[in-house]
């Protein structure tokens, strides 16, 4: 059995070198064109516009919550005072207790908007740079199948392991600023004084 697989092998691995010779091999890194690319750009700004709003939105409601409180602990000040009767006591005893259950209420609202904004402002994310990534894909796809690359690989993609996939690579062509003209061939005017 061992016997074969060398064989077989050794048979294989001149035949796949000589016909790796015969590929036309370029190299991309995406990355770059992913941060170069003017609609990452744009959206980007977009998306820091939401995610602004939203911590604007938050911090006003954390203001009313602590205006809340406040008005709760002097409630709570008031119920023990001695200097009032004790109808004035029981009467902000129930003031107080409303109170409770109005912080206890905005409270719960502060932490769903959170997680529902939140998500929310996630899937849009992911949504936009996932139709950016498409674009490029598209675009690479096209400008092998036009230049006649058998294989373009990603110099910046990682493995499960945080390590890049293509450690080594010399005499294939980089076609990253290629890629990038082309996205960026279409920019309108005013992206193009927006450029960061």
């Known amino acids: 059995m061992k016997k074969t697989l060398l064989s077989l092998l ?4 001149p035949l796949v070198a000589m016909q790796a010779q015969s590929l036309n091999i370029a190299v991309v890194d995406l990355q770059k064109v992913f941060t170069e690319y003017y609609k990452t750009q744009e959206t980007q700004g977009l998306l820091n516009d939401r995610l602004n709003q939203f911590q604007k ?14 008005e709760t ?8 005072d001695q200097a009032l009767t004790e109808a004035a006591r029981k009467e902000r005893q ?16 502060i932490q769903e908007f959170r997680t529902t904004r939140g998500r929310q402002f996630e899937e849009q994310s992911t949504r936009m740079r996932q139709g950016i990534i498409d674009e490029i894909t598209k675009v690479v796809e096209k400008y092998g199948r036009d230049n006649k690359y058998n294989l373009i690989f990603d110099i910046s993609a990682k493995g499960i392991s945080g390590t890049l996939t293509l450690l080594y690579s010399e005499g294939q062509k980089d076609i990253t600023q290629d890629i990038i003209k082309i996205l960026n061939a279409n920019k309108p005017p005013a992206a193009s004084n927006n450029k960061q």
Do not use: G, H, S, W
């Open 73 to 80: 602990q002097k409630l709570r000040d008031q119920v023990t």
């Open 94 to 109: 129930k003031a107080f207790e409303a109170k409770i259950k109005q912080v206890q209420d905005m409270e719960r609202r």
């Open 57 to 70: 939105e938050l911090q006003e409601m954390q203001t009313d919550f602590q205006k809340l409180v406040d």
């Open 10 to 13: 050794t048979y294989l691995v």
